[in-house]
């Protein structure tokens, strides 16, 4: 039987491992857990989320809503786990990380093609096809191996992860519940701030003391580069007193019960698990020291006396310098056998990093199987964030999210304006996956 391996249990390589099989091959899939973990690992489990537990919108005209739209028509592991371990979140799709990870975990262990190898790789098996999906915070021993004999361009960003407050201690006479514009469930706690008391948040904020790094990344602290996407909130704040009115604190859509006026400023807070017992910060990923993020974030209206269950952390993510080095397909360009899956390619995000372990999977599935690799239409999510991962632009490389600013132009007008033309970019990428599907019966 066609046979591949795939290094990584995370979101990637989870995906990358369920659609080879899914074509008949067998897979071995290497994972270091429970034996080693990285500094940001807590659990056993398969695609452990370690920041937000939120995959973002579900809207389609939503770029990352589209991505889950494409990801579906391809039998998709993690969309499956994602909607079977779901909690409330408007229009957005969060999820119990928990839950999710068991769910996947499960699937993955208990498929017949797939075996599970729990030990640290540490170099490539000789000429065998391999998708190499070990994530941001790849062990220190393969980064080495990776840098040496694959990727000499390699680079780092820091990402960092929003607290997390018990719901029991969220002071619900000052916070409500609400999603924005009314969209969806009403399930966001809200808590809205006058401007005296955003003077007072604001001022603690861009003061308040930073955490020393680990010691894994202390090495790069003199050149600390934070990925825009996910911004400590406390580096946001330094940028200007109105920047955290216009992202995270922004209070349009959300008026208050009691007036039906908009505050001046809005925390929300989201649902970590189905039980709705934990809540996490919307927006505030941080890298301030604990004690510091206990005094600063009860300054917050409706959280004076919040529980927090989990503090906010920062840590380093590795990545490739992939234009040059990656083909469409995701493989290396100087040894095709090899292909790479996930945040390690210049994705960004959880469904980003799913979707490019789609890709990969099905490309290294159908190279084991004597079958040309597919580079997926540039008119799709899929297929452009796979072209911007191997042509780049015209600056320097950076990670990117889904947007549709990557995507193949229409090449004519929409009326309606921003909604309708992605809306449309949505109805054209969906018809075309869907007989891209066919055609390769993949």
């Not at 995906?15 to 080693?36: D, F, I, N, W």
């Not at 929003?162 to 201690?169: E, K, Y």
């Not at 009860?298 to 920062?314: D, H, Q, S, T």
């Amino acid at each position: 039987m066609p046979h591949i391996n795939v290094i990584g249990a995370g979101l990637a390589g989870c995906e990358a491992a369920h659609q080879a099989a899914r074509l008949g091959c067998s897979v071995t899939l290497y994972e270091m857990k429970p034996h080693k973990k990285s500094p940001a690992h807590k659990s056993n489990g398969f695609a452990e989320l370690v920041c937000s537990n939120s995959l973002r919108s579900e809207q389609i005209e939503n770029a990352v809503g589209l991505l889950k739209k494409e990801m579906e028509i391809f039998d998709s592991i993690i969309m499956e786990a994602a909607h079977a371990n779901a909690v409330p979140a408007g229009s957005a799709l969060a999820v119990d990380r928990e839950k999710f990870s068991r769910y996947i975990t499960d699937k993955i262990t208990n498929n017949p093609l797939i075996t599970v190898k729990n030990e640290e790789i540490t170099s490539l098996p000789d000429d065998e096809i391999t998708v190499i999906a070990t994530g941001p915070l790849t062990s220190d021993s393969f980064s080495a191996y990776i840098k040496e004999n694959l990727a000499p361009q390699s680079l780092h960003f820091f990402d960092a992860a929003a607290p997390i407050v018990d719901r029991a201690t969220i002071n619900t006479d000052i916070a409500f519940l609400a999603s924005r514009y009314g969209k969806g469930e009403a399930c966001y706690y809200n808590c809205p701030m006058t401007k005296e008391e955003y003077d007072v948040f604001y001022n603690a904020l861009i003061s308040a003391r930073e955490a020393e790094l680990h010691d894994f990344d202390k090495e790069s602290q003199k050149d600390l580069t934070v990925f825009e996407g996910c911004m400590p909130v406390e580096v946001m704040a330094k940028r200007g007193y109105d920047t955290l009115l216009y992202g995270p604190l922004k209070p349009v859509g959300l008026p208050l019960p009691s007036t039906g006026k908009e505050a001046f400023a809005v925390v929300q807070l989201r649902a970590e698990n189905a039980e709705g017992t934990m809540y996490n910060l919307v927006g505030f990923q941080t890298h301030l020291a604990f004690e510091e993020q206990r005094r600063v974030f009860r300054l917050i209206p409706g959280l004076e006396n919040a529980e927090f269950l989990r503090y906010g952390v920062m840590h380093r993510n590795t990545y490739l310098n992939s234009p040059g080095l990656l083909g469409r397909d995701y493989s290396l360009k100087s040894n095709n056998r090899i292909f790479f899956a996930g945040q390690m390619t210049g994705v960004e995000g959880y469904v980003e990093s799913s979707g490019s372990g789609l890709v990969a999977g099905i490309n290294s599935a159908r190279l084991a199987l004597g079958q040309e690799t597919l580079l997926f239409p540039v008119e799709s999510e899929l297929g452009c964030m796979a072209r911007y991962v191997s042509c780049g632009t015209t600056g320097s490389f950076q990670p990117m999210n889904a947007n549709f600013g990557i995507i193949e132009p229409l090449g004519y007008k929409v009326k309606g304006g921003k909604a309708a033309r992605n809306a449309e970019y949505a109805k054209r990428s969906i018809q075309l996956l869907t007989e891209f599907k066919e055609k390769y019966s993949i």
